[in-house]
């Protein structure tokens, strides 16, 4: 079994190294090897040498894969998500979470053992479970992220799921190797922060298993500005919960997969290290 780790990345370059020794020490307490995936989605500063850089330097195994031009967090989700069911094998399991240092990798460890004991398909770490905290966050967009798990909970209720839109999520490989075959190309649809949101919503149609733990989430140790368009993704988001409501039967693809069909790419360059 090996973990994975994906990280969609725009302008995180003095994120990198403090959250790469995060996961050194993470590896170096645990005894584990975590391979990175970090999709650098088009960033203009130098956030893709510096994850060369700081993972020599800390001894971490990582591939990196590049946009050439900035598509949005969907498309980097989807390129990280290719990325790994080729590089995989059943078994493993992959971890996606924000490049930006706010969220514990540590947290990874009770999220991997929870999901084993209890056969779970997808562990989400939570904000708004028993023992969660959310710190440095402007109380608007506690507000909103609050309001949007309400909103979902009541007219798009997955079981198990009270925290719709956090991505820090680790999924088994034979559960998204189930989702890819069943929607293929319509499994990313949505570019930008809503995409987690769409995610969820269609891996609903398998019937999976999911589990959340409680997070502390520290906004306050992000060295740069969010890039989230507020009002853009409040509009997505509402129409990914009408379009949900309205919707009977979910578009799939079954017996297809990202290899076996044709489809538009985004030109990617890609590094091994390690």
């Known amino acids: 079994m090996s973990l994975f780790v994906l990280l969609p990345a725009y302008n995180e370059q003095e994120s990198i190294r403090p959250l790469f020794k995060k996961f050194q020490t993470l590896q170096q307490i645990f005894n584990i090897e975590i391979e990175l995936i970090l999709v650098d989605d088009g960033s203009s500063d130098k956030t893709a040498q510096t994850a060369i850089d700081e993972s020599q330097s800390l001894d971490i195994s990582l591939k990196l894969v590049q946009h050439p031009k900035n598509a949005g967090l969907g498309q980097a989700i989807k390129t990280g998500f290719t990325t790994f069911l080729e590089i995989s094998k059943e078994g493993d399991f992959l971890a996606a979470m924000d ?149 009977t039967e979910p578009a799939s693809n079954l017996g297809q997969t990202f290899k076996q069909r044709e489809t538009v790419r985004i030109p990617l360059k890609m590094a091994n290290r390690k």
Do not use: H
């Open 99 to 247: 490049c930006d240092n706010t969220q514990p990798p540590e947290l990874l460890i009770k999220m991997y053992d929870t999901m084993i004991a209890g056969s779970y398909d997808i562990a989400i770490a939570s904000r708004y479970r028993k023992g969660s905290k959310v710190i440095g966050l402007s109380k608007f967009r506690e507000v909103m992220s609050y309001g949007a798990s309400w909103l979902f909970r009541i007219a798009a209720r997955v079981p198990g799921v009270k925290d719709y839109t956090c991505g820090y999520r680790l999924y088994n490989r034979t559960f998204l190797s189930k989702l890819d075959m069943y929607y293929g190309d319509n499994l990313f649809t949505e570019s930008g922060f809503a995409c987690m949101i769409d995610l969820l919503l269609k891996a609903k149609a398998l019937k999976p298993k999911i589990v959340e733990i409680p997070m502390v989430l520290r906004y306050d140790e992000k060295p740069t500005a969010s890039k989230m368009k507020i009002l853009k993704t409040i509009t997505r988001t509402l129409k990914l919960l009408f379009k949900n409501l309205l919707s």
